[in-house]
């Protein structure tokens, strides 16, 4: 007897439906450098109409890691695509690029064609919010590979700067301001630890249960999307004369401020200078850690820190207010290396 691929798990059928649900979410994200549509063997976008004497490209991916255990036991797909967009425009927006184009990659062990639609549409709103266009990706169906009910989503994405324009730290010296803008919640980092402490099954911790402190059921905090900074710090960086920008992921304060500071310049940050959001105190309490370990894990409340010269301060801080960011003056370089909590 015959054996058919649709025998082995892998039903085609099952992704012809799935690009049919989500081309209608793909195609609410392109522009006119947009060159095609969905289904080729690859995505075109033109820069012709960039007016730079060096354009260069900057690329970043990421996933969303294993938040995604919460969209599984809630049944909510929508957000985490945000989140998948948002880890990579986010990371090249630090050089100063802006965003083009994403790509996605989505696996699952059987194909639910509702489900990867759902999940596209989230990527989608993670494309229109960071103002760039999704030209394509990939749907796998691996039988076998991936419990159940469960799915991987990562992604790429790829933006654009004029050489002469890079942020990358080089200037910061001793005595400028870092600012802090406050981040959505915990965004897509640390969830490791945030299973460890909260569950993730269907009994776990009164997920499903509104808690006063949170202001809301824990599983809308911990589901809640990662924020896109794009557009608010492109439009500050056109203002104000900007010398580093750093996105507060995995690692935290800890790993990722130093990582645009030049050899010599280190720095300290005031954990008072901003309302840090209660789902990170409660963690703390019930991981039972010191403040450096939980600033060297999770975000505290800030996404992005931006740094300038302390005369800019007011300035960088007004116009991030304008485009609806929450700033905060949180600490300054140093002569130094690393970052001092205060």
């Not at 039988?143 to 989503?153: M, N, Q």
């Not at 919640?185 to 299973?195: A, C, D, P, Q, T």
């Not at 996105?247 to 130093?258: D, K, L, M, R, V």
């Not at 991030?320 to 690393?338: D, M, N, P, Q």
């Amino acid at each position: 007897m015959a054996i058919s691929y649709k025998d082995s798990g892998v039903d085609v059928e099952r992704g012809y439906k799935a690009v049919e649900l989500m081309k209608k979410h793909v195609q609410s994200t392109f522009d006119k450098n947009v060159l095609g549509d969905i289904g080729s063997f690859g995505g075109f976008y033109s820069i012709a109409g960039e007016k730079m004497e060096e354009p260069v490209l900057v690329a970043g991916t990421d996933g969303v890691g294993t938040k995604l255990k919460y969209a599984f036991l809630s049944g909510k797909h929508d957000t985490v695509g945000i989140d998948a967009v948002a880890m990579c425009v986010n990371d090249i927006v630090c050089q100063g690029a802006k965003p083009l184009f994403f790509l996605d990659y989505f696996a699952t062990g059987r194909l639910s064609p509702e489900i990867v639609a759902t999940v596209v549409s989230g990527v989608a709103e993670g494309c229109r919010q960071a103002g760039c266009a999704l030209i394509g990706g990939e749907t796998a169906e691996m039988p076998g590979f991936y419990p159940d009910g469960e799915y991987d989503i990562a992604g790429f994405a790829v933006g654009i700067v004029d050489k002469k324009k890079v942020i990358n730290g080089k200037g910061i010296a001793a005595g400028d301001a870092l600012i802090g803008i406050a981040s959505s919640g915990i965004h897509s980092n640390g969830y490791s630890l945030v299973r460890k402490l909260f569950g993730d099954n269907g009994n776990s911790h009164d997920l499903d249960r509104y808690d006063d402190r949170l202001k809301d059921k824990l599983l809308n905090v911990l589901l809640k999307p990662t924020k896109i900074y794009v557009n608010s710090i492109l439009r500050l960086i056109e203002k104000v004369p900007v010398k580093g920008i750093a996105h507060i992921t995995g690692g935290g304060f800890i790993e990722n401020i130093p990582r645009i500071f030049p050899e010599g310049v280190g720095c300290e940050i005031d954990t008072k200078s901003y309302p840090v959001p209660a789902v990170f105190r409660i963690m703390q309490e019930k991981a039972g850690i010191t403040d450096e370990q939980i600033y060297n894990t999770f975000n505290m409340g800030i996404g992005m820190v931006v740094c300038v010269d302390k005369k800019d301060v007011p300035a960088a801080i007004a116009q991030l207010e304008s485009t609806g960011e929450s700033a905060y003056l949180i600490g300054e370089t140093v002569h130094g290396k690393g970052v001092t909590l205060r």
